[in-house]
């Protein structure tokens, strides 16, 4: 079956701007997560959706939002985009959070 | 503060040399322990789930064990092919650190090179 796809693969964007990424889950999955991964950090949590609702958040400030439509795609937003926003940025799908999670390849966001 | 630290951070082994990676957490109401491997330039993979003291997991040639503080990833008679990084994750009870029912926290990894 198709695994989780993510788009787009890079971008790079100024400071002050704000970006949205997507994600596609592996069909009959319908909980989202998102990550933030960066040398210094390691893997992040950022936040779960669940049949479009979401169920669990990590530590991040509110600049990071996210939804999920009823197809169960998700996408995650990031406005007045900072220096160290510059990661990559990781989505994966299961059917119960956090139990075998499959993860994209990333979106790899670079801010100058 | 819940943590969840990884050990050592880099291994260089020869192939077919076995050893042990360390994921300590100080968490409360562990709910489970995932360990994952990560290709360069690839999303995690997931390999095991362990979820109380004393559950083993094996896979081809790696083991995960669970103690009430820390997971052993045993790998037995490495190819080059196991070359990767290994994390492991705690799934925790009561709010995550910024809100929500759950918590899961990730270590840093341990770097893995596999030498033929």
């Known amino acids: 079956k198709a695994g989780v796809t993510q788009t787009p693969r890079y971008l790079i964007k100024t400071r002050g701007q704000q970006v949205t990424l997507s994600c596609s889950p592996i069909s009959g999955h319908r909980s989202v997560s998102w990550y933030q991964q960066t040398p210094g950090q390691g893997l992040q949590f950022l936040f779960e959706?669940?049949?479009?609702?979401?169920?669990n958040k990590g530590n991040f400030p509110g600049r990071f939002s996210g939804r999920q439509f009823s197809n169960s795609r998700s996408e995650m937003n990031v406005s007045t985009l900072e220096l160290g926003d510059s990661a990559l940025y990781l989505c994966a799908s299961s059917r119960q959070f956090p139990y075998e999670q499959y993860f994209g390849p990333g979106t790899r966001l670079t801010v100058t | 503060e819940d943590q969840v630290t990884q050990s050592p951070e880099a291994l260089r082994l020869q192939e077919g040399e076995s050893s042990s990676l360390n994921c300590s957490y100080t968490v409360s109401g562990l709910r489970g322990l995932f360990w994952y491997r990560q290709d360069p330039g690839k999303g995690p993979e997931f390999l095991f789930t362990l979820y109380s003291a004393g559950e083993e997991k094996e896979k081809e040639r790696l083991k995960a064990t669970l103690t009430k503080k820390e997971s052993f990833l045993h790998i037995t008679a490495p190819k080059p092919e196991d070359s990767a990084t290994y994390l492991c994750a705690v799934h925790f009870l009561g709010a995550g650190s910024g809100g929500g029912a759950d918590g899961l926290t990730f270590g840093k990894g341990t770097h893995l090179i596999i030498q033929p």
């Open positions: 959706y669940f049949s479009e609702t979401q169920r």
